[in-house]
C-alpha cells in the first residue's frame, strides 16, 4: 500500500540516502528494477563472502550468508523506519532498500552463474510486483517499516525456493 505523494525531491539525510540506495530510488522510472540490480552485487558479494569467511571460521558458509543477510535486513529496517518517518510517509516507492535486499537473498544462497542471477532477477521481480499469497498480505497488512520491507524479504524467498527446487530437480543447467 503505497501513501506517498511525490512533490519534486524529498529531503534527504543520512538514513533516506541509504534507503532509496541512492541515487537509484530517484530514478523517475521503474526505481525498484534499479534497487533489484543493486541487490545482485550485493548477494553475490555474501554468496562469496560467505563460502570464504565461513572455511576460515570453520562453520557452514550459509550461515554466515544467513548473518550477512540478517545484518543486511536489521539496516534495511532501521532505515526505512527512519525515511518513512522524516518524510511522513509509507512505503514511498523511492524506498528501495528493500528490494535490494529482497534480491540479495536469493543470490546469496545459490549458485553464482549468470543463468541463476537471470532467472533469479526476473522471479523476483515477479513476485514482488504480483504479490502473490503472503507478498500481498504483508505488503497491505503490516504497519510502517516491516510492511514497507517483508514482502520483498518474502519475495526473496519465494524466488530461493523456486530455484532450489529447479536446481534440486535438474531443471536448469
Same mark, same amino acid.
Do not use: C
Given at each position: 500500500?503505497?501513501? *506517498? ?10 538514513? *533516506? =540516502? !541509504? ?9 523517475? &522510472?521503474?526505481?525498484?528494477?534499479f534497487? *533489484?540490480?543493486?541487490?545482485i552485487p ?17 562453520v557452514?558458509?550459509?550461515l554466515?550468508q =544467513?548473518? !550477512?543477510?540478517?545484518?543486511l535486513?536489521l539496516? *534495511?529496517w532501521?532505515?526505512i523506519?527512519?525515511t518513512?518517518?522524516f ?5 514511498d516507492?523511492?524506498?528501495?532498500i ?7 537473498i536469493p ?6 552463474? +549468470? ?7 526476473v ?6 510486483i504480483? &504479490?502473490?499469497?503472503?507478498?500481498? +498480505? ?9 510492511g514497507?520491507? =517483508?514482502?520483498?524479504v518474502?519475495?526473496? =524467498? ?8 529447479a536446481?534440486? !530437480?535438474?531443471?536448469? !543447467?
Amino acid at each position: 500500500m503505497k501513501t *506517498s505523494q511525490k512533490r519534486g525531491p524529498p529531503r534527504l539525510n543520512f538514513w *533516506s =540516502i !541509504l534507503a532509496v540506495a541512492a541515487p537509484l530510488g530517484l530514478m523517475p &522510472k521503474a526505481p525498484g528494477t534499479f534497487g *533489484s540490480l543493486a541487490g545482485i552485487p550485493v548477494g553475490l558479494a555474501f554468496y562469496h563472502y560467505g563460502h570464504m569467511l565461513g572455511v576460515r571460521w570453520n562453520v557452514s558458509g550459509t550461515l554466515v550468508q =544467513i548473518g !550477512l543477510l540478517t545484518l543486511l535486513g536489521l539496516l *534495511s529496517w532501521w532505515a526505512i523506519d527512519k525515511t518513512e518517518k522524516f518524510w511522513g510517509t509509507h512505503d514511498d516507492g523511492r524506498i528501495v532498500i528493500d528490494e535490494v535486499l529482497g534480491q540479495a537473498i536469493p543470490l546469496s544462497l545459490m549458485p553464482a552463474d +549468470w543463468k541463476w542471477i537471470a532467472l533469479a532477477f526476473v522471479l523476483f521481480r515477479f513476485f514482488d510486483i504480483v &504479490k502473490p499469497g503472503p507478498i500481498g +498480505w504483508a505488503d497491505r497488512e503490516l504497519p510502517g517499516a516491516w510492511g514497507t520491507m =517483508i514482502d520483498d524479504v518474502i519475495a526473496g =524467498i519465494f524466488t530461493w525456493a523456486v530455484l532450489a527446487l529447479a536446481q534440486t !530437480l535438474g531443471l536448469v !543447467l
